[in-house]
Every structure is written in structure tokens, then in C-alpha cells.
């Protein structure tokens, strides 16, 4: 009769290598996608949109993706209807067609939300077969 001796912790340095493969690639896929699905006016955002990986007590890994531009999460989320008022002046100044127009106040309308970042993730997800989960 054979017998068979495990070794635990190579077997644990094995699985946690493969998942640390499986979630890099992962990860940069998404990257990938939400670069393609990004909406584009300056390119800036677009750009900024970066992959960060971080390990909890050396026991659980974390990928992060996302943008430190300030108006991303208003670009993924949408916004709801709000005044926008001036901060250094009395008045805000813009060009409507063709006209310079001044106002103390304007009620923007709220954006539609263009949920590229999500939207890279559920894609990715379903592809590599992962269940995707909202906490």
C-alpha cells in the first residue's frame, strides 16, 4: 500500500500564486475594458484609470481599479439635478450660442450616469466565469 504525504505549505504557496496569476490578469482585463468603455471628451480620464493591488495581512489579496481624477465617480455614477453657484466671483461666467452669458446661479440638470468601470467589471466577470457578488 502507497502512502501519500502532503506538504500543506507548498500546497498553500501553490494555490496562492495561481490566484494571485488568475486575479492580475483578471484585474487588468477589467483595466483594459473600462479604458474601452470609458466615455471621452479630453482623454484625461480615459488615462487615469489604473489598476492598484494590495495584500490584507499578507492572507488576501485586493485589486483595485479605478481613476483619481475628481470627477470620475461623477462620470461612472451620474449626478442629480443641483445649482451650481461661482466660488472666487459674484457671477459665473459661460458662452451660449455665441452669446457670453453671466449668472449668479444656474440648476444644472444632473448627468446621465455612463457606468463604464461596472460595467468592465460585469463584463470580465461573466467571461471568466466568476459570480459576481454586490456587498
Known sequence: MARIRLDRANLNRTFKAQGKREGDAAARQVVNRAKVLCPVDTGRLRASIRLERRSLLGLRMRWTVGSDVEYAAMVNDG????????????????????????????NHPG???????????????????????QT
Do not use: C, W
Request: charged share 35%; net charge positive; no cysteine.
Open 79 to 106: 449626478t442629480r439635478p443641483h445649482k451650481i453657484r461661482p466660488k472666487n466671483a459674484k457671477a459665473l461666467r459661460f458662452v451660449v450660442g455665441g452669446r457670453v452669458v453671466y449668472a449668479r446661479v444656474v
Open 111 to 133: 448627468t446621465k450616469a455612463k457606468p463604464f468601470l461596472d460595467r468592465a467589471l460585469r463584463e470580465v466577470s461573466s467571461q471568466r466565469g466568476y459570480d459576481l457578488r
